[in-house]
C-alpha cells in the first residue's frame, strides 16, 4: 500500500496509521466513519486539516484522546503517542493521564464549552491540581500565571468570574489557558475560531502561534477555512466523507491542488480581490454514510469526473516532495504536472 | 441587592393581599357569622351579645384595619371553641406539622437524588425502567391511600412503628421520629417520583452538552464530571420543583394527619372548620399561606445561588 503522508519514523509525537472509525451498529461493512486515515505530526509541528462539515475531521480528533460519542468505535488501525503509548488500546482509565496532560484540547464554541456553573478559576485549577498535584494555593498562582500568558486582563478577579460574564474571544483565550496548564506536547484546536468574529479570530490565532513559539507545543488544527489552515499550518490534510483525499505543504496545495475538492475549497476562500462577486462553493453536499458508492466519494460533485470515477476507488498516491492525492485525475497529470516544475 | 429589595417588596405585597383576601373571604360570604355560628333559634340578645366579640357589628374597614394591625403582631384573636388565644393554638400544634414536612422533605432529597442519578447513568437498561416504573407508581398512588397501605404493612402487620399514637418530642425524640416515618414517607413517595423524573431528564440533558466533553477531555474521571460538573448545573429545575411542590405537600400533609391521627395544623384546620371558629381558621389559613411565600422565596434564593448566571442579571 502506498501510504503516501506517513513518513512515519519512531519519534513522531502522534502517528496515526491507517484508522477505521465505525458505526457500532453497522449493516454491513460500508458504514465506517473514517476510512483508512494515516496522519503524523512531528514536534513543534502545526498540521492542519481542512474539510467541511460532515467529512469527519472532528470525529478524527475526537478518536485520539478516545472521547468518541457512544455509537462509534474504533473498527482498526493504530494511534501513538510519542512512538510508545498506544492510545487506541488503552482504558478509559489508562487514557485518561494523557487528556489534559499530555494532549490538550480546544473546541469551537467557546461559550457551551466552558461550564456556567463553574469559576473560571475552578476550570483551570481543577487540571493543574488533577496532572501536576499542585496545592490549591499552588494552582490558583499558576492559574493567574496562565492567564495573563493568554493576554487577559485583571486575571486575579477573573478567577472568580463564570465565563458568561466574559465575551467571545475572553472565553477562547480562557480555554486556552485550560488547554496549555499542564504544558501538553500536542493541541488539538477543532475550529478553534469559528465562533468568533473576524478580528478576534486573528488575535486567537496569533496567541496559538505565541504559544507554539514559547513552548514549542505541536497543533493539530481543524478547520473548514482554508485561509485559517493556510496562516497557521506547515502540512495540511484534506479530508473528504471520511478520507485524506489530498496531504502536502500549504505551498504544494495552494500553487499545485491535485484534488479537485482541494481546488473548490480554495476557490472559496474569500479575499479581497473577490468581494464583490458572488463567494464561490462547491454545488452539492458531503454524502452520508450509506450515500457513498463504490467509486470516487467526490464523483458526485466533481467536474471531472468519468465513468471510471463512479466504480473504482481511487488510492491515496505520493507525488513528489510528500504531496499525495486520491484521484485518478491526478494519477494521470500529477506525475507530469510535477516533473514540469 | 437592588434584587433583594424588590424581592422583599414584593414578598411584603403578597403576604397583604393574602391578609387581605382571607379578611374578605370570611366577611363576603353570605350570612352572619354570629347567626352561623349560634344557629338559627339563638336570640338576638345572644347575637348582639357574639357580634359584639367577633367585631362583627362595627364598619368592614374598621374590622380590617384592626386585623391587620393585629396580624402584623402576629394576635389572631381568640379561639371561639378553645377560648385560648389562636396563635398559642397553633404553636402548640407546629412542631408536629413542621417535623412532618422537614421529615418528608429530606426523604424527598434523600431518596430522589440517588435514584434519579442511577436512572440516568443507567439510562435504557434495567435498573433505569425499574425506576421509571416505580415513579409511574408513585404519582399514581394518592397518598392518603398510601399512607393506609403503610399503616396496614408495617403498622398493624410487622409491627415495627406504633400507629395512631403521637409521642412529643420533648418527651423522647426518637418516639418522636418513629412515629413520623410512616407518615413522612407516605407524603414524600409522590414527591420522590416527581424528583427521580426531573433530574434524570435534566441530568442526561446536561450530559449532551459541550462542556461535558471539555470535561472529559481534561482527563477528569467520570465520577468528577458527573458529580462536579453535571449535577449542579442538573440540579436547577429540580430545586424549583421541590419548592413548587412544597405547598402540594403541606395540603397533604393535612391529609395525612388525619390518616395518622396526628395533632398537627392539619387536624386543628379541620376541627376549626367545623366549629366555625373563624378567627382560628383566618389564623390558620394567614400562617399556610404565608409558609407557602415564604419557601418560594427561599428556593428563589438558591436558585441564584445555583445559577451565577441569575444572579448576575
Ligand atoms: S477521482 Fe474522478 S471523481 Fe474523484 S476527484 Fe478525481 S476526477 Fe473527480
New interface residues.
Given amino acids: 500500500m502506498r501510504e503516501a503522508a506517513a513518513i512515519a519514523t519512531e519519534a513522531s509525537l502522534l502517528d496515526i496509521r491507517n484508522l477505521q472509525i465505525r458505526l457500532r451498529r453497522t449493516r454491513g461493512a460500508g458504514l465506517s466513519v473514517l476510512d483508512g486515515v494515516s496522519l503524523t505530526v512531528e514536534r513543534g509541528e502545526t498540521i492542519g486539516i481542512v474539510g467541511e462539515s460532515g467529512c469527519g475531521k472532528s470525529v478524527l480528533s475526537?478518536s485520539i484522546?478516545g472521547?468518541l460519542p457512544s455509537a462509534m468505535r474504533i473498527g482498526g488501525g493504530e494511534i501513538w503517542y510519542e512512538g510508545r503509548h498506544p492510545l487506541h488500546t488503552m482504558t478509559?482509565r489508562d487514557i485518561?493521564?494523557?487528556?489534559?496532560?499530555e494532549i490538550?484540547?480546544i473546541?469551537q464554541?467557546p461559550m457551551?464549552?466552558?461550564?456556567?456553573?463553574?469559576?473560571i478559576g475552578y476550570q483551570i485549577t481543577?487540571?493543574l491540581r488533577?496532572?501536576l498535584g499542585y496545592s490549591r494555593k499552588e494552582a490558583r498562582e499558576r492559574a493567574v500565571w496562565l492567564l495573563r500568558k493568554v493576554g487577559l486582563p485583571r486575571p486575579e478577579s477573573l478567577l472568580r468570574e463564570?465565563p458568561?460574564?466574559l465575551s467571545g474571544g475572553m472565553r477562547q483565550r480562557v480555554?486556552i489557558a485550560?488547554a496549555v496548564s499542564c504544558n501538553p506536547g500536542l493541541l488539538i484546536a477543532d475550529e478553534p475560531t469559528t465562533a468568533l468574529d473576524v478580528t478576534i479570530q486573528a488575535q486567537i490565532l496569533d496567541l496559538m502561534r505565541q504559544i507554539r513559539e514559547e513552548d514549542g507545543t505541536s497543533i493539530l488544527l481543524i478547520s473548514h477555512d482554508f485561509g485559517v489552515i493556510a496562516d497557521m499550518c506547515d502540512r495540511v490534510l484534506v479530508m473528504y466523507a471520511g478520507q485524506i483525499v489530498e496531504s502536502g505543504t500549504v505551498d504544494d496545495l495552494f500553487e499545485r491542488p491535485l484534488h479537485p475538492y482541494t481546488a473548490g475549497l480554495l476557490r472559496s476562500i474569500p479575499t479581497p480581490a473577490k468581494k464583490n462577486s458572488p463567494l464561490y462553493s462547491i454545488e452539492g453536499h458531503v454524502p452520508a454514510l450509506h450515500e457513498r458508492g463504490a467509486g470516487c466519494r467526490f464523483a458526485s460533485r466533481c467536474a471531472h469526473a468519468t465513468e471510471r470515477c463512479r466504480t473504482e476507488q481511487p488510492e491515496l498516491v505520493a507525488y513528489r516532495g510528500g504531496h499525495a492525492a486520491r484521484c485518478f485525475l491526478a494519477e494521470a497529470e500529477g506525475g507530469n504536472r510535477h516533473a514540469a516544475v | 441587592m437592588n434584587y433583594y429589595a424588590r424581592r422583599l417588596l414584593t414578598l411584603l405585597l403578597t403576604v397583604l393581599f393574602v391578609l387581605l383576601l382571607t379578611f374578605a373571604a370570611f366577611r363576603i360570604i353570605p350570612g352572619n357569622p354570629a347567626l352561623v355560628i349560634l344557629g338559627t333559634e339563638a336570640t338576638d340578645a345572644q347575637i348582639a351579645l357574639l357580634e359584639e366579640k367577633l367585631g362583627t357589628d362595627r364598619p368592614l374597614a374598621e374590622q380590617f384595619a384592626d386585623w391587620l394591625v393585629a396580624a402584623f403582631r402576629l394576635d389572631f384573636g381568640e379561639s371561639l371553641r378553645f377560648s385560648e388565644p389562636v396563635t398559642h393554638l397553633i404553636a402548640g400544634r407546629l412542631p408536629v406539622t413542621v417535623s412532618l414536612a422537614v421529615m418528608s422533605l429530606v426523604l424527598t432529597i434523600a431518596v430522589g437524588i440517588p435514584l434519579g442519578i442511577i436512572a440516568s447513568r443507567a439510562r435504557g437498561k434495567a435498573a433505569d425502567m425499574l425506576v421509571t416504573i416505580g415513579t409511574q407508581l408513585g404519582l399514581a398512588v394518592p397518598s392518603f391511600w398510601m399512607g393506609i397501605m403503610l399503616i396496614l404493612a408495617f403498622g398493624l402487620t410487622l409491627k415495627w412503628f406504633a400507629v395512631s399514637t403521637f409521642t412529643p418530642w420533648s418527651e423522647n425524640p426518637w418516639l418522636a421520629v418513629k412515629s413520623l416515618v410512616l407518615p413522612s414517607a407516605a407524603l414524600a413517595v409522590p414527591q420522590i417520583a416527581i424528583v427521580v423524573r426531573y433530574l434524570r431528564t435534566s441530568m442526561l440533558e446536561q450530559l449532551g452538552?459541550?462542556?461535558v466533553?471539555?470535561?472529559?477531555?481534561?482527563?477528569?474521571?467520570?465520577s468528577t464530571v458527573l458529580y462536579?460538573?453535571v449535577l449542579?448545573?442538573a440540579l436547577l429545575p429540580v430545586i424549583t420543583i421541590i419548592g413548587i411542590n412544597f405547598g402540594e405537600l403541606l395540603a397533604g400533609s393535612l391529609v395525612i394527619e388525619q390518616v395518622f391521627t396526628l395533632p398537627g395544623i392539619g387536624s386543628l384546620l379541620i376541627t376549626a372548620i367545623g366549629n366555625r371558629d373563624y378567627p382560628l381558621v383566618q389564623g390558620l389559613v394567614v400562617l399556610i399561606a404565608f409558609t407557602v411565600i415564604a419557601i418560594n422565596f427561599v428556593v428563589d434564593l438558591s436558585y441564584r445561588w445555583?445559577?451565577?448566571?441569575i444572579r448576575?442579571q
Fill in positions: 475526537l484522546l472521547l478509559d485518561r493521564a494523557f487528556r489534559g496532560k490538550a484540547m473546541f464554541d457551551s464549552s466552558l461550564n456556567h456553573g463553574l469559576t481543577e487540571t488533577l496532572h463564570y458568561h460574564q480555554m485550560i | 452538552l459541550d462542556y466533553r471539555t470535561a472529559r477531555s481534561k482527563g477528569l474521571r467520570e462536579k460538573h449542579k448545573n445555583l445559577d451565577p448566571k448576575l
